[in-house]
Nanobody, 123 residues
Framework: QVQLVESGGGLVQAGGSLRLSCAAS????????MGWFRQAPGKEREFVAA????????YYADSVKGRFTISRDSAKNTVYLQMNSLKPEDTAVYYC????????????????WGQGTQVTVSS
């Protein structure tokens, strides 16, 4: 069993930066592929980024490529999402998620979810 808790969200002006953290409990965290998703009001949950269990491979949605960076620190059981050059369209609740197996853009394939953290980007 893995429990995930996100933090680091907030209000930022367009062009600014935020770093989200996802703290995981559970001894098997290091064996999980981890992902970040986001959901804006009235929209479906969408894939943002994922990182392999080893941290050696990362994957990004086209909309965030070059601006966001996902990373993990297995010693701290934590996954990060560094978000730079933020845009108003990045406004959403951001969730971290974990799954056994390879990465996926499909939320339904992730086994564990955090409660989410709000990111608001003002223009």
């Amino acid at each position: 069993q893995v429990q995930l808790v996100e933090s680091g969200g907030g209000l930022v002006q367009a062009g600014g930066s935020l770093r989200l953290s996802c703290a995981a409990s559970g001894r098997t965290f290091s064996s999980y592929t981890m992902g970040w998703f986001r959901q804006a009001p009235g929209k479906e949950r969408e894939f943002v980024a994922a990182i392999s269990w080893s941290g050696g491979s990362t994957y990004y949605a086209d909309s965030v490529k070059g601006r966001f960076t996902i990373s993990r620190d297995s010693a701290k059981n934590t996954v990060y999402l560094q978000m730079n050059s933020l845009k108003p369209e990045d406004t959403a609740v951001y969730y971290c998620a974990g799954r056994r197996g390879s990465w996926s853009t499909r939320p339904i394939l992730y086994d564990y979810w955090g409660q989410g953290t709000q990111v608001t980007v003002s223009s």
